[in-house]
């Protein structure tokens, strides 16, 4: 399957954004989707998934109340909603596609990215 993660840009301390995935080639809702976020200077990290009939959503605890994972299998694109958004959130978010949710070595379709910026 075929990742395109979209809508990052720049944001001021406070505000929201919302990011997509759109995929293709395969069908959508056989896969878990996952986002990951990468710093400049630091591993990257695990953000959150959502299993495949978009019924389970999981997250990393030190997000939990500000991002949303959901997904629409019938326009097979994955979101992640980011609200309250700190400088510290400020990376690149990478979606990631496969069986299960949050082991990145064992997911083996990966979208290229989209930069998220915080401005303070």
């Known amino acids: 399957v075929q990742l395109q993660a979209s809508g990052g840009g720049l944001v001021q301390a406070g505000g929201s954004l919302r990011l997509s995935c759109a995929a293709s080639g395969r069908p959508f809702n056989r896969y878990a989707m996952n986002w990951f976020r990468q710093a400049r200077g630091k591993e990257r990290e695990w953000v959150g998934g959502i299993s495949w009939d978009g019924q389970n959503a999981y997250y990393a605890d030190s997000l939990v109340g500000r991002f949303t994972i959901s997904r629409g299998n019938a326009k097979s694109t994955l979101y992640l909603q980011l609200n309250d958004l700190k400088p510290e959130d400020t990376a690149i978010y990478y979606c990631?596609?496969?069986?299960?949710?949050?082991?990145?070595?064992?997911?083996?379709?990966w979208g290229q990215g989209t930069l998220v910026t915080v401005s303070s």
């Open positions: 990631a596609a496969g069986t299960v949710v949050g082991a990145a070595a064992q997911l083996p379709y």
